[in-house]
């Protein structure tokens, strides 16, 4: 079992920067894969960024290349999401998820997940 946390969320103006934090408990956190996805409402989740249980390999949405970066400390059982260059359309309840399938850019690949941390960017 793994219980996620997210944090680091809150209001920036376009522009600016934030980090998100995904702390988790469970021995077996550095075991997953973990992603970060994004919600806006009457909006669908979507996928934003994927970490590989060993940190070596990255994935991203093509919106997001370029200015965020996902990271992990596994000694510190979190992966943070390091937004910069913000835009308004980022406006959105930001989630992590842990998991072990390949299919790492849909919801249906993660088995945990957290609560969410809301981001909000004014122009």
């Known amino acids: 079992q793994v219980l996620l946390v997210e944090s680091g969320g809150g209001l920036v103006q376009a522009g600016g920067s934030l980090r998100l934090s995904c702390a988790a408990s469970?021995?077996?956190?550095?075991?997953?894969?973990v992603g970060w996805f994004r919600q806006a409402p009457g909006k669908e989740r979507e996928f934003v960024a994927n970490?590989?249980?060993?940190?070596?390999?990255?994935y991203y949405a093509d919106s997001v290349k370029e200015r965020f970066i996902i990271s992990r400390d596994n000694a510190k059982n979190t992966v943070y999401l390091q937004m910069n260059t913000l835009k308004p359309e980022d406006t959105a309840v930001y989630y992590c998820?842990?998991?072990?399938?390949?299919?790492?850019?849909?919801?249906?690949?993660?088995?945990?997940w957290g609560q969410g941390t809301q981001v909000t960017v004014s122009s």
């Open positions: 469970g021995r077996t956190f550095s075991l997953y894969s």
């Open positions: 970490i590989r249980w060993s940190g070596d390999r990255t």
């Open positions: 998820a842990a998991g072990g399938s390949v299919y790492i850019t849909l919801a249906s690949g993660y088995d945990y």
